[in-house]
Each structure stands twice: as C-alpha cells, then as structure tokens.
C-alpha cells in the first residue's frame, strides 16, 4: 500500500492532533528504521496505522478484547491499553494488512513485551519521541536514540513507568516484561 492511501485510510478515524502525530511517528520511523536495520517500508505502514483504534468506543474495545479472545488481563488494566492490540485486530480485518510483522508492532506499540523485534522497538520509540511530542524528558530520549535504541528505550520505558506508578496505576505485565528484557540484555 502507498503512503498516500494509508494515510487516507488512516485519517478518517484519527483527530486533527492525532493524524499530525500519525505523521511524525512515520517520519521517525522511516529515519530509526534507517538508523537500526529494520524494513523501512514496513516502519512506514505501521507508524501510519499503529494507533488506527485510539479513538474507538470502550465498549466496542471490551467487546473485541473478550469476543477474540486477546488477553483478558487486558481488561484489568488502563483502558488506554487496549487500541494497541484492538488496533492490530482491526487494520487486519478492516484494512486488510496481513504481514505479521506490522500488525505485531501495532500491537505492541502501547505495552512492549519482552521480545521486541527491531521493528517493534522502532514503533514504540519513534511513538514516544516524534517531533510534536512535548513533555519533561522528552529531549533526552531523542538524544539516547541517536546512539542506542535499547538505550533510548530504557528511558522512555523509565519516564513512562514512573509516571504511571506517580498517578497509582498499575504496570502492565508486559511492560515490565520489556523493561526487564532491556535491563538483563545490557548486562549480558
Ligand atoms: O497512543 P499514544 O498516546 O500515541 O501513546 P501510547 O500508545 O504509548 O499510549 C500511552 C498511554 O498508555 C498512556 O496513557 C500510558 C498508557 N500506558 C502505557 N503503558 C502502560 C500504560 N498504562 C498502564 N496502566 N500500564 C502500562 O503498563
Ligand atoms: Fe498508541
Ligand atoms: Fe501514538
């Protein structure tokens, strides 16, 4: 699929500010994917439709989740979870994507897990530091990325972490699963 088409496919159900990140997340893909040896075209078509779901309904979501059976832990946690793996459920079955490499990096977009492809951990970085971010600690990761992908995710992964834990939420397994994984890794 071209950029143009996917971009048009993708605009209808995304915001004006959320189509403008949709944009910034492609751009930075494209360049970490460059950068770290992974499929630039499939970084394109990912960052393009990696938050196709964020602005489904909840109940159409919780429906999904139990319905296709995803994970029901799912369910106990933040609801903003959730359009990472609706979100791959849907570009598949509504827009017709079928290469697995691209919906599982919309699917781990949100949490991580710990096995991360190249792929995923471009997805989720470029999510975190594309050019309209704005938010404290924002810079250093940009910074980190241009060295280190591993390094430039340990610090989102960081901020992110911290931040839920301030606000008394829960951490997805998952994500601790991709923190841990990065830590152990280093240490190897
Ligand atoms: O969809 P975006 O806003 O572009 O970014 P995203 O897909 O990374 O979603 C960020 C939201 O997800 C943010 O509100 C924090 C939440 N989140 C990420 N990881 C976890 C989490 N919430 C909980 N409860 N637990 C997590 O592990
Ligand atoms: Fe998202
Ligand atoms: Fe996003």
């Given at each position: 699929m071209n950029r143009e088409k996917a971009l048009g496919m993708v605009k209808e159900h995304l915001t004006e500010h959320r189509y403008i990140h949709t944009c910034g997340v492609m751009e930075t893909s494209i360049e970490l994917a460059k950068r770290y040896g992974a499929d630039e075209k499939k970084a394109e078509i990912a960052a393009i439709f990696?938050?196709?779901?964020?602005?489904?309904d909840k109940e159409e979501m919780q429906t999904i989740i139990v319905e296709e059976k995803l994970?029901?832990?799912?369910?106990?946690?933040?609801?903003?979870?959730?359009?990472a793996p609706v979100g791959a459920l849907l570009v598949e079955r509504e827009?017709?994507?079928?290469d697995e490499d691209i919906l599982n990096a919309i699917r781990y977009h949100?949490?991580?897990?710990e096995e991360m492809t190249i792929l995923d951990k471009v997805i989720y970085l470029a999510d975190y530091i594309e050019p309209n971010r704005q938010f404290p600690g924002v810079e250093e990761v940009r910074e980190l990325a241009k060295e280190s992908l591993d390094q430039g995710l340990l610090k989102a992964l960081q901020n992110t972490m911290t931040f839920l834990m301030k606000k008394n939420q829960a951490i997805y397994p998952d994500t601790f699963r991709f923190y841990n994984g990065l830590i152990l890794n280093k240490r190897r």
């Open positions: 990696h938050d196709y779901a964020k602005f489904r994970d029901q832990e799912l369910l106990l946690y933040n609801s903003e979870l959730w359009h827009v017709g994507i079928q949100t949490s991580g897990k």
